[in-house]
C-alpha cells in the first residue's frame, strides 16, 4: 500500500491551525493508520494510533481522522516543539509502509 | 524506564559486514516482535522487516532479502541487525522498533536513538 503525504512541506507561524493528508492507495482499515512525529537528529515519536487515538502523553491539540483512503492529522495551536516532520504509516497489511513524510517548518 | 538502546555509529567499507544491536529494557521483550526501519539521508522511514522475539523467526520485507539477518542476542533482551556486503547505498540511520504495550499490532511506540551506518571507500 502506498501512502501519499501532502503537502511535502508547510511553512507557518506558531499558533496556526494545520492539518496534514495522508492517501492510500488502497483501502486502509482506520485501525491500521498511524502517525508519528520526527525531529531532526531523533528517532519517531508515535503521535497517533487507530487514525484517532493519542498516545501516551500525546497532548490534546493533536488530532486525526479520516477512513478508507484518506487520513488527515490536525494541530489545532502549533507550539514551537511541533516543527517537525509527520508520517503517516499503515500496518494492516504487510509489506508496512509510510508516507513520505511533511515538513512542518516556522514561516 | 522503557528504552530501547542501540549500538554507535560504524563506519565501513565497500564489501564489508556490519552489526547493529539493540538492547531493550523496561518492557517485556518477548512479547511484541522487534521491528527494524531504515532512513537514508534526507530521506524517509523505510520499514525492513521484523524478528519474532520468542522464536528468533524473522521476516524480510521485498528489497531487504539475502544480505539482511535479524537475529537475537543470547542474553534474550537484544535484538541484531547484520548487514552484509555492505554497498554504499546502505549508508543510513538504522531504527529497532517495537511495542511496549498493547495498542494495535505494527505501530510503534518504543523506537531505538538510531544507529548510522557509513559505507565509503
Known amino acids: 500500500i502506498v501512502l501519499t503525504q501532502s503537502p511535502g512541506t508547510l511553512s507557518l507561524s506558531p499558533g496556526a491551525r494545520v492539518t496534514l493528508s495522508c492517501r492510500a492507495s488502497?483501502?486502509?482499515?482506520?485501525?491500521?493508520l498511524v502517525w508519528y512525529q520526527q525531529k531532526p537528529g531523533q528517532a519517531p515519536r508515535l503521535l497517533l494510533y487507530?487514525?484517532?487515538r493519542r498516545a501516551a502523553g500525546i497532548p490534546d491539540r493533536f488530532s486525526g481522522s479520516g477512513s478508507g483512503t484518506h487520513f488527515t492529522l490536525t494541530i489545532s495551536r502549533l507550539e514551537p516543539e511541533d516543527f517537525a516532520v509527520y508520517y503517516c504509516?499503515?500496518?494492516?497489511?504487510?509489506?508496512?509502509?509510510f508516507g513520505g513524510g511533511t515538513k512542518v517548518e516556522i514561516k | 524506564q522503557v528504552q530501547l538502546v542501540q549500538s554507535g555509529s560504524e563506519l565501513k567499507k565497500p564489501g564489508a559486514s556490519v552489526t547493529v544491536s539493540c538492547k531493550a529494557s523496561?518492557?517485556?521483550?518477548?512479547?511484541?516482535?522487534m521491528n527494524w526501519v531504515r532512513q537514508a539521508p534526507g530521506q524517509g522511514l523505510e520499514w525492513m522487516g521484523w524478528?519474532?522475539?520468542?522464536?528468533?523467526?524473522?521476516t524480510y520485507a521485498q528489497g531487504f532479502t539475502g544480505r539482511f539477518v535479524f537475529s537475537l542476542d543470547t542474553s534474550g533482551t537484544t535484538a541484531l541487525l547484520q548487514i552484509n556486503s555492505l554497498k554504499a547505498e546502505d549508508t543510513a540511520v538504522y531504527y529497532c522498533?517495537?511495542?511496549?504495550?498493547?495498542?494495535?499490532?505494527?505501530?510503534?511506540?518504543?523506537w531505538g536513538q538510531g544507529t548510522m551506518v557509513t559505507v565509503s571507500s
Open positions: 522498533a517495537s511495542q511496549s504495550v498493547w495498542f494495535v499490532e505494527g505501530a510503534f511506540d518504543v
Open positions: 523496561g518492557y517485556s521483550f518477548t512479547t511484541y516482535p
Open positions: 524478528i519474532n522475539t520468542n522464536t528468533g523467526n524473522p
Open positions: 488502497q483501502s486502509v482499515s482506520s485501525s491500521y
Open positions: 487507530g487514525a484517532s
Open positions: 504509516q499503515q500496518c494492516g497489511s504487510s509489506p508496512l509502509t
